[in-house]
């Protein structure tokens, strides 16, 4: 496989993917499709936009003659498929753009995919990079989501990415596409937008602003480094088996409150401030609507199969994130004006 078409390389997680393939894979021509939306940013990948073996085309999944096009001029041989709108609060906003995007573009894809290879599908691969919230949610005192939990989405966001799921395995079981669909649990790390719980919070207490909690802060996530997720990628997109399905993610749940605690004070400790300086910042408000209770995945298989296990405990990602955030602050205050203050204002009803 030669010509891999990264899309959405220009936002958080495809960017440490397009990073890592660049820089692993010389013989492989990186083509990173991004349309770049307000998360879409290309000084996520100033470090390699110059490698010889790396292209941006900035374009639309949605804009199908184009996307066939480029599988044309590139002659793709295989999909790594990441763009997609990825807030749930935008969502409950604006539910249209979430099932043009997420449904409507992955099916572009799939479809430009379908004409170009046309039947011929010895060494290619469309690889669709989905999210534990297709699950639904679990209470405390249930287990994991596994690769056989039934689907149960429940905001604009998840439902968007559940369709999108069902369209890439009804393109392998009708058409015999080699698919392959994984489900992860939440990411953090550098380079992720700051409308996103752990870069909002950093970001805040570094100007002393509220920390909004939804609800009482008790919602269970399950983090894992986008470091880990991009690992994982390169493992299962070489070795997975062709149709099949993988959950990822590092067995790491944290109830929001605690983990908010732990930022607070690897931030204070990190701007040597007092311990406990910035809890004052903690303020709670109105919960998110249908706000998933919690989040866990059990990545089992995962392990078993392909041998793929997390490279970084949580206490030193954290700290690694943390440090990032505050050592590369005109990243961050380049994206932090202009529509950023007005869809904070909106969201959040102060500056
Ligand atoms: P992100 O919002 O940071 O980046 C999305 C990228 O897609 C941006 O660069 C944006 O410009 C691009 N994009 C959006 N609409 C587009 C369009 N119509 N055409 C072309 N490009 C478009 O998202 P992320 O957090 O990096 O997530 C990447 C993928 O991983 C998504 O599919 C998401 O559902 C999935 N995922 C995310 C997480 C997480 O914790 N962030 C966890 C599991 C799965
Ligand atoms: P988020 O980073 O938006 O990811 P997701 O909703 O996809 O899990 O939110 C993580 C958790 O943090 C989630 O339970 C919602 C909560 N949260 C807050 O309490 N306050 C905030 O300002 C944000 C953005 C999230």
Redesign the pocket.
Known sequence: MKNILI?????????HVVRLFVTKYPDYHIIN?????????LANLKDIENYPNYTFVK????DYDTICELFKRYDIDGVI???????VDRSIKDPFTFA???VM?TLALLQAAKMHWNGQWEGKRFYH?????VYGALDFDDTFFTETTKYDPHSP?SAS?ASSDHFVRAFHDTYGMPTIVT??????GPY??PE?LIPLFINNIRHGKPLPVYGKGENVRDWLYVVD?ARAIDIIFHNGKIADTYNIGGFNEWKNIDLIKVIIKTVDKLLGNPEGTSERLITYVTDRAGHDLRYAIDSSKLKNELGWEPSLQFEEGIEKTVRWYLDNQEWMDNITTGEYEKYYESMYGVK
Do not use: M, P, V, W
């Open positions: 899309t959405g390389g220009a936002g958080f997680i495809g960017s499709l991004d349309k770049l939306t307000y998360a879409g940013n374009a639309d999944i949605c498929h990441l763009a997609a709108e990825s807030h043009r995007t997420n573009g990079i989905s999210t534990d919230e966001y990415k489900n992860c649990s939440n990411n953090y992720q937008f996103k997720h």
